[in-house]
């Protein structure tokens, strides 16, 4: 199957500081990814669509100030967590469709567990 | 909304059992499609089942669905220790240029050796 990269696997910052998760599908082309926040023992909530080439689109209640995301690429989407505070401490993940395909099945990287101090 | 809604929210049971977990949603869709989680990593996509199918098999894992009641179900036969893991089902729309995968909040399944 479709493989996605997601770098990196864990970090853990000073409030205040900037962070950037990377997420790279490695043997495909994705037009379109999708970025996740997951609080504990919780579902995926889905923060934006990152579309190459073009501004992310944001869903309802995510500040695109605060999480700025960047799909320069057809195989690289990163998401910058901007002056982090222990609030934004979670597990984040992405996730990619394969170009061409129309089922819809998505390919996830293996998230990033951002802690802020 | 049409997040899907799992039931139960957790499951435990012994190593040889069927597990079966349940997803109800609200709107129509394209497909359902369920995953798997373990503990901290990244979600496993497991099988589609499409909104004209009622019924798929792949190896031990038996999904069906019922459009007219919007839900669908997901059979684990012979359950393994490995098994124990997280499992969401989401529900693709997609048309008019629009995609929407909407996960459910999931059913924890442990599987007691």
């Known amino acids: 199957g479709a493989v996605v990269s997601q770098h990196p696997s864990r970090v853990i910052c000073k409030s205040g500081t900037s962070v950037k998760i990377e997420c790279r599908s490695l043997?495909?082309?994705?037009?379109?990814m999708f970025w996740y926040r997951q609080f504990p023992k919780k579902s995926l909530m889905l923060m934006a669509t990152?579309?190459?080439?073009?501004?992310?689109?944001?869903e309802q209640g995510v500040e695109k100030d605060k999480f700025l995301i960047n799909h320069a690429s057809l195989t690289l989407s990163t998401l910058t967590v901007t002056s982090a505070h222990p609030e934004d401490s979670s597990f984040y993940i992405c996730?990619?469709?394969?170009?061409?395909?129309?089922?819809?099945?998505?390919?996830f990287g293996e998230g990033s567990r951002l802690t802020v101090l | 909304s049409q997040q899907g809604e799992e039931d139960p929210q957790a499951l435990s049971i012994q190593e040889g059992e069927n597990a079966t977990m349940n997803c109800s949603y609200k709107?129509?869709?394209?497909?359902l499609q369920w995953y798997r989680q373990n503990s901290g990593r990244g979600l496993v996509h497991l099988i589609l089942?499409?909104?004209?199918?009622r019924e798929k098999h792949s190896g031990r894992l038996r999904v069906t669905l019922d459009t007219s009641k919007k839900s669908s179900s997901l059979l684990i036969t012979a359950s393994r220790a490995a098994d124990t893991a997280s499992y969401f089902c989401?529900?693709?729309?997609?048309?008019?240029?629009?995609?929407?995968?909407?996960f459910g909040k999931g059913t924890k399944l442990s599987v007691i050796p």
């Open positions: 043997d495909f082309q994705a037009t379109t």
């Open positions: 089942i499409r909104s004209n199918e």
């Open positions: 709107t129509s869709i394209n497909n």
């Open positions: 989401a529900t693709l729309y997609s048309g008019a240029g629009s995609y929407q995968l909407t």
């Open positions: 996730s990619a469709r394969v170009q061409g395909v129309s089922t819809g099945e998505l390919f």
């Open positions: 990152s579309n190459e080439g073009s501004k992310a689109t944001y």
